[in-house]
C-alpha cells in the first residue's frame, strides 16, 4: 500500500502541475493557481517524508501534514469553480481524487493513533 500511495501521490502531483499550466493568464486565475501549485504537489512531499518519520508522532504529525494541505487544495478546487474558470466536468475528477486521498490519510493517521 505504502509503495501505491507513493504512486498515487505523485500522479496526483503531476495533475494539480498540469491544471495550473491550463489556467487562463487572468491575475485571479493565476493567484489561486499558484495556491493550489503548493498544496496540490505537497501532499506527497508529506507522505515521502512520514515514510522515514522517526517516531509514532512525527508519522503522524507529517500525515496530518498532508491531510491540511488536501484541504487547503480542496478550498482552491471549489474557488476554481465558483469563478468558473473551468467547466465543472474539468475538476471533478481531481475533486474526487482530493477526497479519496483524504479519507486514506485520515484512515492512516487513525489507525496509527489507535496503536498508542
Known amino acids: 500500500m505504502a509503495e501505491n500511495l507513493k504512486i498515487r501521490t505523485k500522479d496526483f502531483a503531476v495533475r494539480v502541475i498540469k491544471l495550473y499550466g491550463s489556467l487562463p493568464a ?13 498544496s496540490g504537489t505537497s501532499v506527497g512531499a ?31 478546487l471549489e474557488l476554481l469553480e465558483e469563478i468558473e474558470v473551468f467547466e465543472k466536468a474539468k475538476i471533478a475528477p481531481l475533486q474526487s481524487e482530493t477526497k479519496e486521498l483524504t479519507a486514506i490519510f485520515v484512515s492512516i493517521a487513525k489507525k496509527v493513533k489507535s496503536r498508542r
Open 26 to 38: 487572468t491575475v485571479e486565475a493565476q493567484v489561486i493557481g499558484k495556491q493550489i501549485l503548493r
Open 46 to 76: 508529506h507522505y515521502r517524508e512520514a515514510q522515514h518519520a522517526k517516531s509514532d508522532a512525527d508519522f503522524i504529525s507529517k500525515i496530518e501534514g498532508a491531510l491540511q494541505e488536501l484541504e487547503e487544495t480542496t478550498y482552491w
